[in-house]
């Protein structure tokens, strides 16, 4: 669930870590 919040506003730096 916290992934996804970051991953809207950065998916580029979210899903890579």
Known sequence: ???K???VFA???S???
């Open 11 to 13: 998916p580029k730096k």
């Open 1 to 3: 669930m916290k992934g």
């Open 15 to 17: 899903y890579k870590k």
């Open 5 to 7: 919040r970051i991953f």
